[in-house]
Protein backbone atom coordinates (compact mmCIF):
# COMPACT_ATOMS: atom_id res chain seq x y z
CA UNK A 1 0.00 0.00 0.00
CA UNK A 2 3.05 2.62 -0.68
CA UNK A 3 1.37 3.83 -3.56
CA UNK A 4 -1.63 5.70 -3.52
CA UNK A 5 -4.95 3.62 -5.14
CA UNK A 6 -8.20 4.74 -6.70
CA UNK A 7 -10.83 2.52 -4.60
CA UNK A 8 -14.27 1.33 -6.25
CA UNK A 9 -16.34 0.84 -3.30
CA UNK A 10 -19.80 -1.46 -3.67
CA UNK A 11 -21.96 -1.23 -1.02
CA UNK A 12 -24.27 -3.87 0.06
CA UNK A 13 -26.49 -2.57 2.66
CA UNK A 14 -27.96 -5.19 5.33
CA UNK A 15 -27.64 -7.88 2.34
CA UNK A 16 -25.30 -10.89 4.75
CA UNK A 17 -26.02 -9.07 7.78
CA UNK A 18 -28.21 -11.53 10.27
CA UNK A 19 -29.61 -8.91 12.87
CA UNK A 20 -28.94 -5.24 13.20
CA UNK A 21 -26.59 -4.74 15.79
CA UNK A 22 -27.31 -2.15 18.01
CA UNK A 23 -25.22 1.23 16.58
CA UNK A 24 -26.04 0.15 12.78
CA UNK A 25 -28.36 1.43 10.63
CA UNK A 26 -26.83 0.51 7.17
CA UNK A 27 -28.45 2.06 4.71
CA UNK A 28 -28.07 5.68 6.23
CA UNK A 29 -24.43 4.71 6.73
CA UNK A 30 -24.18 3.80 3.33
CA UNK A 31 -26.53 6.26 1.93
CA UNK A 32 -26.94 3.19 -0.62
CA UNK A 33 -31.07 1.58 -0.35
CA UNK A 34 -31.23 -0.88 -3.23
CA UNK A 35 -29.33 -4.10 -3.97
CA UNK A 36 -26.67 -4.61 -6.55
CA UNK A 37 -26.98 -7.19 -9.48
CA UNK A 38 -24.72 -7.89 -11.68
CA UNK A 39 -25.38 -5.60 -14.17
CA UNK A 40 -25.30 -3.06 -11.67
CA UNK A 41 -22.53 -4.39 -10.45
CA UNK A 42 -20.17 -3.93 -13.69
CA UNK A 43 -22.53 -0.24 -14.59
CA UNK A 44 -21.17 0.97 -11.01
CA UNK A 45 -17.19 -0.51 -11.71
CA UNK A 46 -16.63 0.66 -15.39
CA UNK A 47 -18.39 4.13 -13.67
CA UNK A 48 -15.47 4.97 -11.74
CA UNK A 49 -13.03 3.48 -13.70
CA UNK A 50 -13.84 6.46 -16.05
CA UNK A 51 -13.05 8.71 -13.40
CA UNK A 52 -9.27 7.50 -12.88
CA UNK A 53 -6.62 9.44 -14.89
CA UNK A 54 -3.46 7.56 -13.13
CA UNK A 55 -2.76 4.48 -15.14
CA UNK A 56 0.36 3.97 -12.50
CA UNK A 57 -2.29 3.89 -9.17
CA UNK A 58 -3.19 0.81 -8.07
CA UNK A 59 -6.98 0.15 -8.52
CA UNK A 60 -9.23 -1.53 -6.18
CA UNK A 61 -12.60 -3.26 -6.05
CA UNK A 62 -14.12 -3.19 -2.09
CA UNK A 63 -16.98 -4.63 -0.88
CA UNK A 64 -18.37 -2.76 2.20
CA UNK A 65 -21.91 -2.55 3.61
CA UNK A 66 -22.82 -5.73 4.61
CA UNK A 67 -21.50 -8.68 5.68
CA UNK A 68 -19.88 -9.80 2.50
CA UNK A 69 -19.82 -13.51 3.66
CA UNK A 70 -22.75 -14.02 5.06
CA UNK A 71 -24.20 -13.61 1.70
CA UNK A 72 -25.07 -16.90 -0.02
CA UNK A 73 -22.50 -18.99 -1.89
CA UNK A 74 -24.76 -18.43 -4.76
CA UNK A 75 -24.88 -14.34 -4.26
CA UNK A 76 -21.34 -14.06 -2.99
CA UNK A 77 -19.75 -15.87 -6.51
CA UNK A 78 -21.25 -13.70 -8.36
CA UNK A 79 -20.07 -10.89 -6.82
CA UNK A 80 -16.52 -12.69 -7.00
CA UNK A 81 -16.14 -13.47 -10.16
CA UNK A 82 -17.39 -9.90 -11.99
CA UNK A 83 -14.41 -8.69 -9.54
CA UNK A 84 -11.86 -11.57 -10.01
CA UNK A 85 -12.66 -11.14 -13.77
CA UNK A 86 -11.50 -7.15 -13.87
CA UNK A 87 -8.56 -8.41 -11.56
CA UNK A 88 -7.17 -11.42 -14.47
CA UNK A 89 -7.58 -8.86 -17.30
CA UNK A 90 -4.83 -6.66 -14.89
CA UNK A 91 -7.74 -3.99 -15.08
CA UNK A 92 -7.90 -3.24 -11.12
CA UNK A 93 -5.10 -4.70 -8.79
CA UNK A 94 -6.90 -6.05 -5.53
CA UNK A 95 -9.88 -7.16 -3.93
CA UNK A 96 -11.34 -5.75 -0.51
CA UNK A 97 -14.24 -7.16 1.79
CA UNK A 98 -15.32 -6.28 5.05
CA UNK A 99 -17.49 -9.07 6.71
CA UNK A 100 -18.78 -9.93 10.50
CA UNK A 101 -15.71 -12.13 12.62
CA UNK A 102 -18.18 -15.33 12.97
CA UNK A 103 -18.66 -15.34 9.19
CA UNK A 104 -15.34 -16.68 8.52
CA UNK A 105 -14.38 -20.34 8.23
CA UNK A 106 -12.32 -22.38 5.92
CA UNK A 107 -14.81 -23.26 3.58
CA UNK A 108 -15.34 -19.47 2.74
CA UNK A 109 -11.33 -18.54 3.20
CA UNK A 110 -11.06 -21.28 0.07
CA UNK A 111 -13.45 -19.95 -1.58
CA UNK A 112 -12.14 -16.17 -1.57
CA UNK A 113 -9.18 -17.81 -1.94
CA UNK A 114 -10.43 -19.31 -5.51
CA UNK A 115 -11.56 -15.96 -6.44
CA UNK A 116 -8.28 -14.22 -5.72
CA UNK A 117 -9.42 -11.90 -2.90
CA UNK A 118 -6.42 -9.96 -1.54
CA UNK A 119 -7.52 -7.75 1.87
CA UNK A 120 -10.37 -9.27 4.09
CA UNK A 121 -11.27 -6.33 6.97
CA UNK A 122 -13.26 -7.73 10.43
CA UNK A 123 -15.68 -5.42 11.73
CA UNK A 124 -14.28 -6.68 15.28
CA UNK A 125 -15.41 -3.18 16.75
CA UNK A 126 -14.44 -4.51 20.72
CA UNK A 127 -12.76 -7.23 22.31
CA UNK A 128 -14.58 -7.25 25.31
CA UNK A 129 -17.44 -9.57 25.65
CA UNK A 130 -19.84 -7.78 28.17
CA UNK A 131 -19.35 -4.31 25.25
CA UNK A 132 -20.29 -6.91 22.25
CA UNK A 133 -22.95 -8.39 24.08
CA UNK A 134 -24.94 -4.85 25.23
CA UNK A 135 -24.39 -3.95 21.69
CA UNK A 136 -26.11 -6.36 20.04
CA UNK A 137 -23.31 -8.00 17.83
CA UNK A 138 -23.74 -11.57 18.17
CA UNK A 139 -20.69 -13.12 17.82
CA UNK A 140 -17.86 -13.60 20.40
CA UNK A 141 -14.09 -12.40 21.60
CA UNK A 142 -12.91 -15.46 20.39
CA UNK A 143 -14.88 -15.36 17.27
CA UNK A 144 -12.70 -12.21 16.13
CA UNK A 145 -9.57 -14.35 17.55
CA UNK A 146 -10.25 -17.08 15.39
CA UNK A 147 -10.95 -15.25 12.90
CA UNK A 148 -8.15 -13.00 12.86
CA UNK A 149 -5.85 -15.96 12.77
CA UNK A 150 -7.22 -18.22 10.41
CA UNK A 151 -7.08 -15.45 7.58
CA UNK A 152 -3.66 -14.70 7.99
CA UNK A 153 -3.11 -18.11 8.17
CA UNK A 154 -4.72 -18.17 4.67
CA UNK A 155 -2.22 -15.19 3.34
CA UNK A 156 -4.85 -12.78 3.18
CA UNK A 157 -4.02 -8.95 4.29
CA UNK A 158 -5.82 -9.02 7.91
CA UNK A 159 -8.13 -5.54 8.26
CA UNK A 160 -9.46 -4.24 11.89
CA UNK A 161 -12.28 -2.10 12.72
CA UNK A 162 -12.93 -0.82 15.89
CA UNK A 163 -15.11 1.42 17.19
CA UNK A 164 -14.51 2.85 20.69
CA UNK A 165 -17.55 4.57 22.38
CA UNK A 166 -19.85 2.09 22.10
CA UNK A 167 -22.49 1.40 24.94
CA UNK A 168 -20.91 0.07 28.46
CA UNK A 169 -17.77 0.75 26.60
CA UNK A 170 -14.92 2.72 28.51
CA UNK A 171 -11.63 4.03 28.02
CA UNK A 172 -9.55 1.15 29.48
CA UNK A 173 -11.46 -1.27 27.24
CA UNK A 174 -11.29 0.59 24.04
CA UNK A 175 -7.72 0.43 25.00
CA UNK A 176 -7.48 -3.18 25.70
CA UNK A 177 -9.36 -3.93 22.45
CA UNK A 178 -6.26 -2.14 20.99
CA UNK A 179 -3.51 -3.54 22.04
CA UNK A 180 -5.77 -7.64 22.23
CA UNK A 181 -6.19 -6.63 18.55
CA UNK A 182 -2.11 -5.39 17.91
CA UNK A 183 -1.41 -8.82 19.22
CA UNK A 184 -3.21 -10.44 16.46
CA UNK A 185 -0.87 -8.59 14.15
CA UNK A 186 -3.42 -7.32 11.63
CA UNK A 187 -2.33 -5.42 8.13
CA UNK A 188 -4.17 -2.05 9.06
CA UNK A 189 -6.94 -0.61 10.99
CA UNK A 190 -9.72 1.33 10.65
CA UNK A 191 -10.81 3.57 14.08
CA UNK A 192 -14.34 4.38 14.06
CA UNK A 193 -15.70 6.41 17.47
CA UNK A 194 -19.21 5.93 17.68
CA UNK A 195 -21.81 7.72 16.46
CA UNK A 196 -24.96 7.80 17.67
CA UNK A 197 -27.78 7.12 14.27
CA UNK A 198 -31.30 7.81 13.67
CA UNK A 199 -33.29 4.46 13.73
CA UNK A 200 -30.98 2.36 16.14
CA UNK A 201 -30.88 1.04 19.33
CA UNK A 202 -28.29 3.11 20.45
CA UNK A 203 -30.31 6.80 19.05
CA UNK A 204 -33.10 4.99 21.83
CA UNK A 205 -30.48 4.05 24.74
CA UNK A 206 -29.07 7.89 24.06
CA UNK A 207 -32.61 9.29 23.97
CA UNK A 208 -33.84 7.56 27.25
CA UNK A 209 -30.66 8.97 29.35
CA UNK A 210 -29.01 5.28 29.27
CA UNK A 211 -25.84 5.48 26.81
CA UNK A 212 -23.98 8.66 26.62
CA UNK A 213 -21.65 8.82 23.55
CA UNK A 214 -18.58 10.61 23.40
CA UNK A 215 -17.80 14.27 22.98
CA UNK A 216 -15.91 15.42 20.12
CA UNK A 217 -13.14 15.90 22.88
CA UNK A 218 -12.98 13.00 24.37
CA UNK A 219 -13.42 10.92 20.56
CA UNK A 220 -10.13 12.93 19.53
CA UNK A 221 -8.32 11.93 22.48
CA UNK A 222 -9.47 8.29 22.46
CA UNK A 223 -8.79 8.05 19.17
CA UNK A 224 -4.88 10.13 19.82
CA UNK A 225 -4.31 7.10 22.26
CA UNK A 226 -5.58 4.41 20.03
CA UNK A 227 -3.78 5.64 16.89
CA UNK A 228 -0.49 6.27 19.08
CA UNK A 229 -0.78 2.34 20.18
CA UNK A 230 -0.71 1.22 16.43
CA UNK A 231 1.68 3.68 14.79
CA UNK A 232 4.01 2.08 17.70
CA UNK A 233 3.54 -0.91 16.47
CA UNK A 234 3.43 -0.04 12.83
CA UNK A 235 0.36 -0.86 11.61
CA UNK A 236 -1.10 1.47 9.19
CA UNK A 237 -4.82 3.54 10.16
CA UNK A 238 -6.24 3.54 6.89
CA UNK A 239 -9.28 5.92 8.36
CA UNK A 240 -10.48 7.77 11.76
CA UNK A 241 -13.81 8.23 11.21
CA UNK A 242 -16.73 7.25 8.88
CA UNK A 243 -16.72 9.27 5.60
CA UNK A 244 -19.11 12.00 5.85
CA UNK A 245 -21.86 12.06 3.17
CA UNK A 246 -25.07 13.59 2.57
CA UNK A 247 -26.99 11.68 5.42
CA UNK A 248 -23.53 11.09 7.85
CA UNK A 249 -23.56 14.78 9.48
CA UNK A 250 -24.72 16.39 12.28
CA UNK A 251 -28.45 17.71 11.52
CA UNK A 252 -29.03 14.37 9.48
CA UNK A 253 -28.93 11.21 10.50
CA UNK A 254 -26.37 11.92 13.37
CA UNK A 255 -27.76 12.52 16.30
CA UNK A 256 -24.88 12.85 18.63
CA UNK A 257 -21.25 11.11 19.14
CA UNK A 258 -18.17 12.81 18.09
CA UNK A 259 -18.52 13.59 14.30
CA UNK A 260 -16.19 16.07 12.50
CA UNK A 261 -15.52 16.04 8.77
CA UNK A 262 -11.88 16.20 9.25
CA UNK A 263 -11.68 14.08 12.54
CA UNK A 264 -8.30 12.38 11.67
CA UNK A 265 -6.67 15.75 11.36
CA UNK A 266 -7.74 16.45 14.53
CA UNK A 267 -6.53 13.32 15.77
CA UNK A 268 -2.68 13.64 14.45
CA UNK A 269 -2.54 17.50 15.25
CA UNK A 270 -3.77 15.93 19.59
CA UNK A 271 -0.81 14.32 18.88
CA UNK A 272 1.79 16.76 17.50
CA UNK A 273 -0.08 18.83 21.13
CA UNK A 274 0.98 15.93 23.28
CA UNK A 275 4.60 15.75 21.55
CA UNK A 276 5.25 19.58 22.12
CA UNK A 277 4.16 20.08 25.54
CA UNK A 278 6.43 16.84 26.33
CA UNK A 279 9.24 18.35 24.70
CA UNK A 280 7.96 22.28 26.51
CA UNK A 281 8.24 20.62 29.92
CA UNK A 282 11.16 18.41 29.57
CA UNK A 283 13.14 21.45 28.13
CA UNK A 284 11.59 24.44 30.12
CA UNK A 285 10.65 25.93 27.39
CA UNK A 286 9.47 29.75 27.95
CA UNK A 287 9.49 31.88 25.01
CA UNK A 288 9.47 31.10 21.66
CA UNK A 289 9.68 27.97 19.13
CA UNK A 290 10.49 27.84 15.80
CA UNK A 291 9.44 24.54 14.11
CA UNK A 292 11.19 23.82 10.97
CA UNK A 293 9.02 20.77 8.36
CA UNK A 294 7.75 19.97 5.15
CA UNK A 295 4.49 22.84 4.45
CA UNK A 296 2.14 19.72 4.62
CA UNK A 297 2.99 19.09 8.44
CA UNK A 298 2.89 22.54 9.53
CA UNK A 299 -1.39 22.62 9.71
CA UNK A 300 -1.38 19.61 11.76
CA UNK A 301 0.87 20.96 13.81
CA UNK A 302 -0.08 24.44 14.60
CA UNK A 303 -4.13 22.53 14.52
CA UNK A 304 -7.18 22.93 13.14
CA UNK A 305 -8.17 26.75 13.16
CA UNK A 306 -4.48 26.93 14.91
CA UNK A 307 -5.86 25.59 17.82
CA UNK A 308 -2.62 24.41 18.65
CA UNK A 309 -0.55 26.97 18.63
CA UNK A 310 -3.47 28.69 20.57
CA UNK A 311 -3.15 26.21 23.32
CA UNK A 312 0.15 27.01 23.76
CA UNK A 313 0.15 30.54 23.81
CA UNK A 314 -2.50 30.33 26.37
CA UNK A 315 -0.75 27.97 28.29
CA UNK A 316 2.62 28.65 28.49
CA UNK A 317 2.80 32.33 26.97
CA UNK A 318 5.15 30.50 23.91
CA UNK A 319 5.00 31.81 20.48
CA UNK A 320 5.27 28.78 17.73
CA UNK A 321 6.88 29.91 14.74
CA UNK A 322 7.04 27.76 11.34
CA UNK A 323 9.88 27.54 8.66
CA UNK A 324 9.18 25.38 5.82
CA UNK A 325 12.05 22.55 5.42
CA UNK A 326 11.55 19.54 3.18
CA UNK A 327 15.18 18.17 4.03
CA UNK A 328 14.97 18.80 7.99
CA UNK A 329 12.88 18.73 10.51
CA UNK A 330 13.72 20.33 13.88
CA UNK A 331 12.71 22.31 16.98
CA UNK A 332 15.05 25.32 17.85
CA UNK A 333 14.42 27.54 21.17
CA UNK A 334 16.65 29.53 22.69
CA UNK A 335 19.55 29.68 20.87
CA UNK A 336 18.95 25.64 21.01
CA UNK A 337 18.32 23.57 18.27
CA UNK A 338 16.84 19.64 18.69
CA UNK A 339 15.06 16.65 16.31
CA UNK A 340 11.88 16.55 16.13
CA UNK A 341 10.97 13.71 15.77
CA UNK A 342 7.50 12.23 16.73
CA UNK A 343 8.20 9.07 15.89
CA UNK A 344 11.01 8.65 18.45
CA UNK A 345 7.91 10.27 21.28
CA UNK A 346 5.56 7.69 20.33
CA UNK A 347 7.92 5.18 21.49
CA UNK A 348 9.08 6.62 24.59
CA UNK A 349 5.15 7.76 25.05
CA UNK A 350 4.24 3.88 24.64
CA UNK A 351 6.81 2.82 27.11
CA UNK A 352 6.28 5.23 29.57
CA UNK A 353 2.67 5.13 29.66
CA UNK A 354 1.44 1.25 28.53
CA UNK A 355 4.82 -0.39 28.45
CA UNK A 356 6.07 -1.75 25.01
CA UNK A 357 5.95 -5.69 26.46
CA UNK A 358 2.06 -5.20 26.42
CA UNK A 359 2.14 -5.33 22.89
CA UNK A 360 4.38 -8.32 22.35
CA UNK A 361 2.98 -12.00 22.22
Known amino acids: MSKKEYIIPIFI ?20 KDTMDKSKLRLEIEKNLSYFKDEEKLKEI ?20 IASQYKKKGIIDRIRLSTRPDYINNSILDLLKKYSVDIIELGIQSLDQEVLDNNDRGHSVDDSIYASKLIKEYGFSLGHQIMPGLFTDTFEKSIDTAIKSIKLKPDMVRIYPTLVIKDTKLSNLYKAGIYQPLSLDSGIEIASELAILYKYSKIPIIRIGLQPTENINYGKDVIAGPFHPAIRQLVEANIYRKYLEFLIEKYKISDEILIACKDQDISLIAGNKKANKTYFYKKYGINIKFQSKDDEKYLSFAGNKIDFDIDNFINSYVQENYGGDLLLD
Not at 13 to 32: M, S, V, W
Not at 68 to 78: K, N, Q
Open 13 to 32: PFLGCPHDCAFCNQIKITNY
Open 62 to 81: AFFGGSFTGLSEEVMVGYLE
